[in-house]
């Protein structure tokens, strides 16, 4: 399997970075560039909930009809924001007919005020505290993102070993869990290349966590989670690579919150 041009979909993107930009052609179009010399031809944009004001359908109906090469949908990225997400969550569901896709993500824990993947001011969050624990608090954070009956799909689902902090316990049931209550709800997971830029260096999620996704038959969407256009598709010859030893052949997409599969 060649694996330059296999992967099509980018499923994780930020058009505003960290920042309210309102959705115009001049900032979107380059993803659309973008995504078009690296041979994807379908892209969500994904930007966090807690940047809605900057979404225009409008913008991106007008971006498909100047592209119509490319599949372009319409996501968001809900967050555990304490002090954002209660709006953004509302919002989603004023918009739920526009929107083609929703992440799901976890990145607060006990601090409102920090991400804890913040790098590298977040890792000070883990410091003199039960690595089992905080695992195990994520994850029960994940499934209320799940349970919220608003996300297709969750994102960078280990985030938390972000900064290369492991479990010195067994935590694979709190995981199993996790997985079971995702696969239940015919979610998908995203395979994420962001893992393997940040200081964890390892693709999100881990290999035990895609074997039990495979095993349980939860499908994915590949994901660079890029802040910039020229982040889009970031390593994907290596996801690909990845892919292929795992036997995944399949990459998941969306319209309308409806899946389908595409080969690879």
Not at 87 to 113: M, Q
Not at 117 to 146: C, K, L, N, S, W
Not at 174 to 181: C, P, R, S
Request: glycine content about 6%; hydrophobic content about 35%.
């Amino acid at each position: 399997m060649s694996t330059s041009r296999n992967l099509f979909s980018d499923y994780h993107t930020h058009p505003q970075g960290h920042r309210i930009q309102r959705y115009t052609q001049e900032l979107l179009q380059p993803w659309i560039d973008s995504a078009r010399a690296r041979g994807l031809n379908d892209i969500a944009f994904t930007d966090h909930d807690r940047f809605h004001a900057g979404v225009d359908f409008d913008e991106i109906k007008k971006l498909r009809a100047a592209n119509p090469d490319l599949k372009i949908r319409a996501g968001i990225e809900l967050d555990n924001d304490p002090q954002s997400s209660a709006a953004g969550r509302k919002w989603i569901e004023k918009n739920w007919k526009n929107l083609d896709f929703v992440l799901g993500s976890v990145h607060y824990l006990d601090d409102p005020t920090e991400m804890f993947d913040t790098v590298p001011d977040g890792a000070g969050q883990f410091v003199g505290r039960d690595v089992d624990e905080i695992y195990a608090d994520y994850f029960r954070r994940i499934r209320e993102i799940v349970a919220t009956g608003l996300v297709d799909c969750l994102s960078h689902l280990d985030l938390i070993k972000i900064h290369g902090h492991r479990p010195c316990g067994d935590v694979r049931s709190i995981i199993d869990e996790t997985v079971e209550f995702i696969r239940s709800r015919d979610l998908a997971i995203e395979l994420s290349t962001a893992g393997w830029r940040k200081p964890v260096g390892e693709l999100y999620p881990s290999d035990a966590i895609i074997r039990l996704a495979l095993e349980k038959g939860i499908r994915f969407t590949t994901a660079s989670d890029a802040h910039s256009h020229a982040q889009l598709g970031e390593d994907f010859p290596r996801l690909a690579e990845k892919m292929s030893i795992f036997g995944v052949r399949q990459v998941c997409v969306y319209e309308k919150h409806k899946a389908a599969s595409g080969d690879v």
